[in-house]
Structure formats: structure tokens, C-alpha cells
């Protein structure tokens, strides 16, 4: 069986701290990408970056950064000097190559004060 | 460049009456749709999807039905809203079935049954 945990309900930084959010996906399947996707009060779904599940390497796109450990099928999602903008809900969703959807994870809800 | 549209963005409906909620993608051929549906406070449970016209997959039992009736057009059906039913909707499409596209989100419709 798939199990996507986000165990972090709800997390609070203060303007211009980092913040680390988590995602665990347990699988058996070897390939595999992870979707981040960012719902800001407003509403819409916002897809925000995708990694795979058979590089390791970190990745950096702006102020966000990815980290993949295999060994623990952890996907960490970090915001570098976080921004009042950035409070929203955040998602983690796996996609394997048999599967044509998404199952997304039960969230994060970042709040970001000044 | 692609686009989705959804509408109606709020809609607030008596139990027992009917409900359609359209979607159309603009921009790219023979997508994959899905239809989500959010509880309040909860996350995403995935309702419909479909790879292609007259090709319907339900993930979830219960009184909605989705139909593709053109390439580009997936519609959200109800002959009966149950309180239940209440909630945010969302549509989204994939290009194809490669496990490495991400779905890109519509606005969503505000669903409230009374």
C-alpha cells in the first residue's frame, strides 16, 4: 500500500526565517515523482516544483530548496527567509508510472508574521 | 499557452436539487481531467478522472457523476445534492499520462448545499 504523511499540521515563522516542511511518501515502487503544490487562501492550487524519486541530488529553484533522502523516503521542502505572501496550505502529491493521478497529502498550513 | 477555466466560482443549492459544474481546457489536445473535491479544512479527494473522450474513472461511490463529452470539456454531475456534497471543487488537467507532468488547477467552485 501508498501512504503520503505530511505530519506537520500547522507550523508559524516569523518574516525572513527558513522554514522545513515534510513529506513521507512509503511506496514500493522504485520510480516515482512528488508534487509540491501551494493553496493560498484564495483558493487555487498552485503547483510550485517536482522531484523524482531516483536522484538524490538537492535541488534550488529561487527561495525554494528540495531535499530527497531515499533511505527514509523523505521529501523536505524548505522556504529560505520566508515572506508574509508565502502563508498558505502546502501539499505534497505522489504520482507513480502506474498511475494516472494524483494523491495528495492532508497538508501543511504555513502562517508567516511580521 | 494552456488555460482552464471552471465555473461557476460560488454556488449555493437546496438538497435534493441538481448540480452541473463545467470545465474546459484551452491549449493543448487530448488532456487528462480530473475533478478534486475539498472538504472544509481537509485535503484533496480525488472524485473522477478520465485519459480520454467517453473514458470515465471513479475513484469515489457516491451520488456525482462526471461525463467527457468533447476533448477538452469535463462536466461534474449531480441528479441529487446531499448536504454532504458541500465543498470546494476543482478541476484539473495533465498533459497525457507520463508520471512526471504535473495537474495544473483550475479556480475552483465554492459549493454550499442547504
Known amino acids: 500500500a501508498q501512504k503520503v504523511t505530511q505530519a506537520q499540521t500547522e507550523i508559524s515563522v516569523v518574516e525572513k526565517e527558513d522554514v522545513t516542511l515534510d513529506c513521507v511518501y512509503e511506496?514500493?515502487?522504485?520510480?516515482?515523482?512528488l508534487f509540491w503544490y501551494k493553496q493560498p487562501p484564495s483558493g487555487e492550487l498552485v503547483f510550485l516544483i517536482r522531484?523524482?524519486?531516483?536522484?538524490?541530488q538537492n535541488e534550488i529553484s529561487g527561495r525554494y530548496s528540495w531535499n530527497f533522502q531515499k533511505s527514509t523516503s523523505s521529501f523536505n521542502f524548505t522556504i529560505t527567509a520566508s515572506q508574509v505572501v508565502d502563508s498558505a496550505v502546502y501539499f505534497c502529491?505522489?504520482?507513480?508510472?502506474?498511475?494516472?493521478?494524483?494523491?495528495f497529502g492532508t497538508g501543511t498550513r504555513l502562517q508567516v508574521t511580521l | 499557452s494552456q488555460t482552464i477555466h471552471q465555473w461557476p466560482a460560488t454556488l449555493v443549492q437546496p438538497v435534493g436539487s441538481p448540480l452541473s459544474l463545467e470545465c474546459t481546457v484551452e491549449?493543448?489536445?487530448?488532456?487528462?481531467l480530473y475533478w478534486y473535491r475539498q472538504a472544509a479544512g481537509r485535503g484533496l479527494q480525488l472524485l473522477f478522472y478520465?485519459?480520454?473522450?467517453?473514458?470515465i474513472s471513479s475513484e469515489v461511490p457516491q451520488n456525482l457523476s462526471a461525463s467527457r463529452p468533447q476533448d477538452r470539456q469535463f462536466i461534474l454531475s449531480s441528479k441529487k445534492l446531499l448536504l454532504s456534497d458541500s465543498g470546494f471543487y476543482l478541476c484539473?488537467?495533465?498533459?497525457?499520462?507520463?508520471?512526471?507532468?504535473?495537474?495544473?488547477f483550475g479556480n475552483g467552485t465554492r459549493l454550499t448545499v442547504t
Open positions: 522531484r523524482n524519486s531516483f536522484d538524490e
Open positions: 484539473a488537467w495533465s498533459g497525457g499520462v507520463s508520471y512526471n507532468s504535473p495537474l495544473h
Open positions: 491549449g493543448t489536445s487530448n488532456p487528462n
Open positions: 478520465s485519459v480520454g473522450i467517453g473514458q
Open positions: 502529491a505522489p504520482r507513480t508510472g502506474t498511475a494516472s493521478k494524483l494523491t
Open positions: 511506496t514500493r515502487d522504485t520510480t516515482y515523482y
